[in-house]
């Protein structure tokens, strides 16, 4: 199974994206889908994460401003971005994470918020 990010692109400070990550297939056994990023010279962190049961949690730097949501397949996650800042660029990466403890990564997409 692949995980397939997009939505990322160029936006001016205040503006949105939405990033969806699809997976190629059905993967059983989720524990929760979440969103990283990495900015440049910087460590990968959570962004979001939303678990099986719809619970989610958010860093602080983006709490109120993103979005983390799921279909009920569990196949494609989504972030939705609003009010960015010139922080919030980096690659972002989606992630599943099985309750076996096996991840899956996608490839991230780029995401620049210019001032």
């Known amino acids: 199974v692949q995980l397939q990010a997009s939505g990322g692109g160029l936006v001016q400070t205040g503006g949105s994206l939405r990033l969806s990550c699809a997976a190629s297939?059905?993967?059983?056994?989720?524990?929760?889908m979440g969103w990283y990023r990495q900015a440049p010279g910087k460590q990968r962190e959570l962004v979001a994460v939303?678990?099986?049961?719809?619970?989610?949690n958010y860093a602080n730097s983006v709490k109120g401003r993103f979005t983390i949501s799921r279909d009920v397949a569990q196949t494609t996650v989504y972030l939705q971005m609003n009010g960015l800042k010139s922080e919030d660029t980096g690659v972002y990466y989606c992630?599943?994470?099985?309750?076996?403890?096996?991840?899956?990564w996608g490839k991230g997409t780029l995401v620049t918020v210019s001032s």
């Open positions: 939303i678990t099986s049961g719809g619970s989610t």
């Open positions: 297939g059905r993967i059983f056994g989720i524990n929760a």
């Open positions: 992630n599943i994470a099985r309750w076996s403890g096996m991840d899956y």
